[in-house]
């Protein structure tokens, strides 16, 4: 339902990107910015913005088309301020959760905060038929950012926070919300994957599920990205999450001003498997990663690799950027 009597007219976009996958044509980046903040502040019919969610859908983003969404999405609410310390912080998206294997993204925000990093861990608190990381940092004790200073406060006391997406970006929950309405996916989906939430640079974790979005994304992060705002490591998603595949590690590409770098290949099969928790529950899950953290399991190989490679880049990121935290967008 709209919100607002000032209504958008929405039919000259949905014109140009509603006429299929062949036939459409993509929009500006000024032209992406104004309909995404249309529907970002509710001025957009129920109609119009359900047809232009699904003709996205069949269509793909486009570079631009990106960009323009994100640049109004991270206009809908105020920034963070950069925390203090020697590593830029690490965002974490986490919107998919677990379906056959166990969700350990909670364990890679854990050990990167043992480290002393900033990690902002974002996403959704629960999702039918998964395990979210919310629900298996609640079985951990961890409880939910409810403000800015509640996220700050537990990154000074060497904890992951972790803000559901209502708390961080109100306006873009309900965009995420109309999927139980339409039944698909839609544009913010992958928005919130490449959110960047802070005022100074951050280092943000990204994965992505379908192969055109490896192409899509890294053109994204090599051209129309400002760099200033921070580096990105994208990979291939594990069940859709950003933490490495305790099995088999995924190739991860490291973004840094403006230059693509390939940072881990992609390894071949093996029937070495790492020890991993034995059901996906968050119970279980919760109780495996305390056990990993005092050492009584060991963590798998490929996520210590990941952590070691933010560390390095959080750290150079951090050096770089000194007391220049960027600017607001």
């Known amino acids: 339902m709209t919100t607002s009597s000032e209504t958008f007219a929405a039919a000259r976009f949905i014109k140009e990107i509603g006429r299929g996958k062949k036939g459409s044509r993509s929009l500006s980046r000024d032209d992406a910015r104004a309909l995404y903040g249309a ?20 269509k793909g983003e486009s570079v631009d088309e990106i960009a323009g969404f994100l640049d109004a999405a991270e206009a809908s609410f105020a920034l963070l301020p950069a925390p203090p310390g020697q590593y830029a912080p690490v965002l974490i998206p986490s919107y998919n959760g677990a ?25 959704v608190t629960h999702d039918p038929g998964r395990v979210t990381s919310a629900e298996i940092f609640a079985a951990l004790g961890l409880v939910p950012a409810a403000s800015v200073a509640d996220a700050l406060a537990a990154q000074a006391q060497g904890q992951p926070a972790f803000m559901p997406i ?41 994965s992505y599920t379908h192969p055109e ?18 580096d990105a490591f994208l990979m291939r998603g594990t069940e859709g999450e950003t933490v490495a595949n305790a099995n088999r590690a995924q190739q991860i590409d490291w973004f840094h001003a403006g230059q693509r770098t ?7 099969p093996t029937d070495d498997l790492a020890q ?27 996520i210590l690799a990941q952590v070691a490679q933010c560390l390095l880049a959080s750290q150079a990121l951090q050096a770089n950027t000194g007391d220049d935290h960027g600017e607001h967008r």
């Not at 050990?111 to 861990?121: I, K, Q, S, Y």
């Not at 989906?189 to 005022?199: A, D, E, F």
């Not at 979005?213 to 921070?230: I, N, Q």
């Not at 390939?262 to 071949?268: E, G, K, Y």
């Open 166 to 206: 209502e708390q961080l970006a109100p306006k873009m929950a309900h965009l995420l919300s109309l999927r139980r309405i339409l039944g698909v996916r839609n544009s913010t989906h992958t928005l919130v994957k490449i959110l960047q939430p802070y005022q100074g640079a951050a280092l943000r974790l990204v």
């Open 213 to 230: 979005y490896l192409e899509m994304l890294g053109d994204y992060f090599t051209d129309a990205s400002p760099h200033a705002r921070g």
């Open 99 to 123: 379906r056959k294997m166990a969700n350990l993204t909670p364990l890679l925000a854990l050990l990167l905060a043992r480290e002393g990093v900033p990690v902002l861990v974002h996403g």
């Open 39 to 58: 529907m970002l502040d509710g001025r957009v019919s129920d109609l119009e913005l359900g047809g232009i969610m699904l003709a996205m859908r069949i």
């Open 262 to 268: 390939l940072l881990v290949q992609r390894d071949a």
């Open 276 to 302: 991993v928790p034995p059901d996906r529950d968050a119970a279980t899950t919760a109780a495996w990663i305390a056990r990993a953290l005092r050492g009584e399991v060991p963590v798998p190989p490929s």
